[in-house]
């Protein structure tokens, strides 16, 4: 894939409303938030995005957690 420009914010915040910040040390409920806000086509390219990323930074890793998650039985929750 190749990389992607930084897109430009949809709208400007309100100077009475404060952006609501990303807590990225808590990627459950990043992931979570994530998941329910986007459309399933922009979620599932982002998956794909991540996941070339988690590759580059450690592809054993990576390979593990895919394997595991292939492994699973579909009905189990986390």
Request: charged share 30%.
């Amino acid at each position: 894939m190749p990389p992607e420009a930084i897109p430009e914010p949809r709208s400007t915040p309100s100077a009475t409303r404060t952006p609501r910040q990303l807590e990225y040390d808590k990627p459950g409920e990043l992931g979570m938030l994530l998941e329910a806000k986007m459309e399933e086509d922009h979620f599932f390219h982002l998956v794909a995005i991540v996941t070339e990323k988690a590759l580059q930074r450690d592809p054993v890793r990576l390979r593990e957690l895919l394997r595991g998650l292939v492994d699973e039985p579909a009905d189990s929750t986390h």
